[in-house]
């Protein structure tokens, strides 16, 4: 039997990169998935978002392993519309057990846009978007009384204040990844006593769009104040392996696991 089966996981933000990684690596743990993505651009963000075809892909690839697949738009700043996602996808596959806040944005590089929207965007997605996420998810895990899991995606930039550029984006971005650890720890010490485990994985660069895009490319190949080799060697990793991560600590083999930082960063938190 597969360790998921009969679970449901709900991903946001995951039409494509780690999300889309996420959801195909649950699928075939044996778990029905929810995705949920804005499938939009904003304007803060110099770099496109997913699309709805893309979200579409997604569900493929969820269905190629004989999984449900529920896919929903809704922009993880706005409560009430994650809320209506939520309840309209748990209400289809009958429960929910599983939740990876994993929708974000990186907004290296030019906008045409203050400061301080910029600011106010990565918050609002990066720090706000997972209480959004917390709070429309928690009363639906705990109504089956079964526990559950939730895993919140921060970042070598959760304890560290390296990034490649020095500007309010790179602050808001790394205010926003440090925030979502304690939100972590907080929601672990509320839900932990309710069979709910709360952890947070922190990845290093990953070969995903938001570091692939023109933007982030330009400020790579300039250099910034720190570099981004890891003492493994290697710049980035990929998406599957923080998706490796995240399936062990939702799974029975991680039982006891909540309220831990869980570094997949090939050693840049040694650095
Ligand atoms: N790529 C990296 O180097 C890296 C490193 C560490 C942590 N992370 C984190 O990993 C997570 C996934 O990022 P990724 O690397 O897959 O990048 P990505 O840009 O490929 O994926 C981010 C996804 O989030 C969605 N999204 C953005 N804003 C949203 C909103 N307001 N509501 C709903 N969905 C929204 C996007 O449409 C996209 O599908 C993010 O939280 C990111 O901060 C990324």
Redesign the pocket.
């Known amino acids: 039997m597969s360790t998921l089966e009969g679970k449901v996981a709900l991903i946001?933000?995951?039409?494509?990169?780690?999300?889309r990684s996420h959801a195909r690596t649950l699928a075939q743990a044996g778990a029905d998935v929810i995705v949920?993505?804005?499938?939009a651009d904003?304007a803060t963000v110099p770099y496109r978002?997913?699309s709805e075809a893309?979200l579409a892909e997604t569900a493929g690839e969820v269905q190629a392993s004989g999984r449900k697949c529920v896919t929903k738009i809704?922009?993880?700043?706005d409560s009430a519309a994650v809320v209506t996602a939520v309840d309209e996808a748990v209400a289809e596959l009958g429960r929910l057990d599983i939740v990876v806040a994993?929708?974000?944005?990186?907004s290296w590089g030019p906008v045409d846009c203050t400061p301080q929207q910029v600011f106010d965007d990565t918050i609002a997605?990066?720090l706000i978007?997972v209480w959004n996420t917390f709070e429309a998810t928690v009363p639906h895990i705990l109504e089956h009384g079964d526990g559950g899991c939730i895993v919140v995606?921060?970042?070598?930039n959760s304890n560290s204040a390296k990034t490649l550029e020095v500007s309010t984006a790179a602050r808001a971005y790394v205010a926003s990844?440090h925030g979502v650890i304690g939100l972590m720890r907080s929601y672990a010490l509320q839900l932990s006593p309710l069979g709910i485990r709360v952890n947070a994985v922190?990845?290093?660069?990953?070969d995903?769009?938001?570091?692939t895009n023109d933007a982030a490319q330009r400020i790579i190949e300039q250099g910034g104040p720190y570099d981004m080799l890891n003492p493994m060697g290697m710049e980035?990793i990929e998406?599957e392996d923080v998706s490796a991560a995240i399936e062990f600590l939702v799974s029975d083999r991680a039982r006891y696991i909540t309220g831990i930082e869980f570094p997949v960063d090939a050693g840049f938190g040694v650095k």
Do not use: F
Request: charged share 20%; proline share 5%.
């Open positions: 946001t933000g995951g039409a494509r990169g780690q999300g949920i993505d804005i499938c904003l978002l997913a893309e809704a922009d993880v700043r994993n929708a974000g944005v990186l997605v990066n978007g995606i921060g970042s070598t990844k922190e990845p290093c660069g990953v995903t769009m938001m570091l980035r998406p």
